[in-house]
């Protein structure tokens, strides 16, 4: 976990973004908060999370993806502020 990770799942939790319905675009993660990193780094990112399961796809937005986090996510960030 980094710092970019960090505040991916802190974005998502703090917005939430916890199940299918209310799921988040990249573009507003990337909105959300100024910390200066592509949205193709923050969806790279994404990716990886949703590998680990820590992160969820939710419904389509349009032709945009979106995305939640999951209980996992939740306790991996809970596990990371200790």
């Known amino acids: 976990m980094n710092r970019l990770g960090f ?3 802190s ?5 939430g973004a916890t199940n299918k319905l209310s ?3 990249v573009r507003e993660i990337a909105s959300a908060e100024e ?3 592509k949205e ?3 969806f790279k990112k994404i990716k ?3 590998q680990s399961g820590y992160i969820g796809r939710g419904l389509k937005e ?3 993806d979106t995305f939640f986090i ?3 996510g939740c306790e991996c960030l809970e596990r990371e502020k200790q």
């Open 11 to 15: 974005i998502l939790r703090q917005e």
């Open 70 to 72: 999951t209980p996992a």
């Open 48 to 50: 990886d999370f949703e």
């Open 23 to 25: 799921s988040m675009t």
């Open 35 to 37: 910390f200066g990193m």
């Open 40 to 42: 193709n780094t923050i």
């Open 62 to 64: 349009g032709r945009a």
């Open 7 to 9: 505040i991916i799942l």
